[in-house]
């Protein structure tokens, strides 16, 4: 029997009625998909939650699978079938007056743009991706994540105070951060705007210090993790990653940046525990400048490689960075490590001063090492 005789008439005269609807609704907001979308029935770009509502509800009379579209959705989601929608007329933003301050925001706002409001008044996200430049608030909620400022905040879900869903039939609600996984799984449910936690940010401090190879650099780390040292962000980046961003040196560099109000607290043992693994660290322009380049490579013209990602306990760490080369070849690596005793690896092929995306028997080779030591694939999702 063939495909076109599978079809069954019902499903088609439902899709017809659907898009009729939505064109009458949405006009030049409903569009055709792209032939590379997968089979897509339609791309819809709503104005405010109240339209949202009426997606949610019209997808799940029609017996439709509606699929929320962010600035980077995740290579090989299946839209076959799915009603698609963007959010790039959904950039609302409401700032509170001080730095600490909750933040409300629509799904559409790109990370790196609320980022940079929100240093203008002295304020910062407590965790934002590292992808932040060319991904949306809303694509990273329905993912969860960890990312910048997970070493003292943890996981993205951590630090919402509220999400504000249209569900199944078009009903609209708050959910706490800690609920969302739940609220993810519901048919038709879709984020259209959140309340998120921030933190003052004037006084942060970024520091960077260099390691000849794995076994010192992990040491750091452990010890820096034991000792509780009150840092905000600690991220990691391999030789082949630390040079496609400009350094110089063939060296392993453990960077981040704390708030200056804990100096006093801070660098005592930071440098304490670094100069015990025979660390050596980096001059404050120098620290500067790898700080700067932490989104590396997002935002890249042309739009960045997809990383190979996955999630290891900390005592993991030593092992996949040493075995790298031999099990997979030059990959240039990224890590950024979370209060809960875990780190976050992205992958990328390195070569000609560049990263690329990794080849799918790299990607199962580095998971594989990821599994030897307890970790697994990274897919934006708390345990």
């Known amino acids: 029997m063939s495909q076109k005789e599978d079809r069954d008439p019902m499903s088609d005269v439902r899709q017809r009625g659907l898009l009729e609807e939505l064109r009458a609704r949405f006009g030049d907001r409903c569009k055709a998909p792209p032939d590379d979308t997968g089979g897509a029935l339609a791309i819809v770009s709503p104005i405010d939650a109240s339209e949202v509502e009426f997606l949610a509800e019209i997808a799940h009379r029609s017996e439709v699978r509606i699929l929320p579209v962010g600035a980077s959705t995740v290579p090989g989601t299946d ?14 933003m409401s700032l509170g007056e001080r730095p600490e301050d909750t933040v409300e925001v629509e799904p559409g706002v790109p990370w790196i743009q609320l ?67 739940s609220a993810r799984g519901e048919e038709a449910a879709i984020i259209v705007s959140a309340t998120l936690e921030t933190r003052p940010s004037a006084g942060d401090v970024p520091f960077a210090v260099a390691f000849d190879g794995p076994k010192g650099l992990t040491g750091a780390v452990r010890e820096i993790a034991s000792r509780g040292v009150p840092l905000w962000h600690l991220g990691l980046a391999n030789a082949p990653m630390v040079r496609a961003v400009g350094h110089p040196e063939d060296e392993q560099i453990l960077y ?31 620290a500067h400048r790898i700080w700067g380049s932490r989104f590396y490579p997002s935002g890249v ?19 996949v960075l040493s075995q790298t080369g031999s099990r997979l070849g030059t990959v240039a690596l990224q890590g950024s490590v979370s209060r809960t005793g875990e780190v976050l690896l ?9 990263v690329s995306e990794l080849g799918p028997s790299e990607k199962r080779a580095l998971l594989d090492m990821a599994r030897e030591q307890g970790g697994r694939e990274y897919r934006g999702e708390p345990g």
């Open 79 to 92: 839209t076959s079938g799915a009603l698609l929608v963007t959010f790039d007329l959904m950039r609302g």
């Open 115 to 181: 980022e940079d409001h929100l240093q203008q008044r002295g304020a910062s996200l407590r965790v934002y991706p590292t992808s932040a430049p060319q991904t949306t608030v809303g694509g990273w909620l329905h993912l969860d994540g960890m990312g910048v400022g997970s070493y003292e905040f943890g996981w993205l879900s951590e630090n919402v105070a509220s999400v504000e869903i249209a569900g199944p039939g078009g009903t609209r609600r708050r959910v706490g951060g800690r609920e969302l996984a």
């Open 256 to 286: 981040g940046a704390y708030p200056g109000e804990r100096s006093s607290e801070t660098e005592g043992a930071l440098w304490e525990a670094v100069a015990r693994h025979d660390g050596r660290p980096l001059p404050a322009a120098d």
């Open 301 to 319: 013209a042309g739009g960045a490689p997809y990383p190979g990602s996955v999630l290891l306990p900390l005592e993991g760490l030593e092992y």
């Open 346 to 354: 992205l992958a990328f092929g390195h070569g000609a001063g560049d």
